[in-house]
């Protein structure tokens, strides 16, 4: 079992920025690839970003540019940095934990955390 905690969601103005975080518990948290998914309402949830055992990286082409996804596996924890956010970046943002391969379709992650709401004033 892994349990997935975000936090640094809130709100901020058109252009600003906000760091998400999202600790593992477990001691396998290397061998998952992360991720960052988000849920406006009305909305189905959709791919963020993902972060794989070699640390490469995948984006989706609305935040690609603007967001940067790492990890830490000695903490335990991947972050989102979000830079130039956008009105439509509002959302629900949820970290998600794979053990196998993909990382674009939510079906392919194992746990998921309670999310972090992110708002954006314009």
């Known amino acids: 079992q892994v349990q997935l905690v975000e936090s640094g969601g809130g709100l901020v103005q058109a252009g600003g920025s906000l760091r998400l975080s999202c600790v593992a518990s477990g001691r396998t948290f290397k061998n998952y690839v992360m991720g960052w998914f988000r849920q406006a309402p009305g909305k189905e949830r959709e791919f963020v970003a993902a972060i794989s055992l070699i640390v490469s990286t995948y984006y989706a082409n609305s935040v690609k540019g603007r967001f940067t996804i790492s990890r830490n596996n000695a903490e335990n924890t991947v972050y989102l940095q979000m830079n130039s956010l956008k009105a439509e970046d509002t959302a629900v943002y949820y970290c998600?934990?794979?053990?196998?391969?993909?990382?674009?379709?939510?079906?392919?992650?194992?746990?998921w955390g309670q999310g972090t709401q992110v708002t954006v004033s314009s």
């Open positions: 998600a934990a794979n053990s196998g391969l993909g990382y674009a379709a939510p079906g392919r992650y194992d746990y």
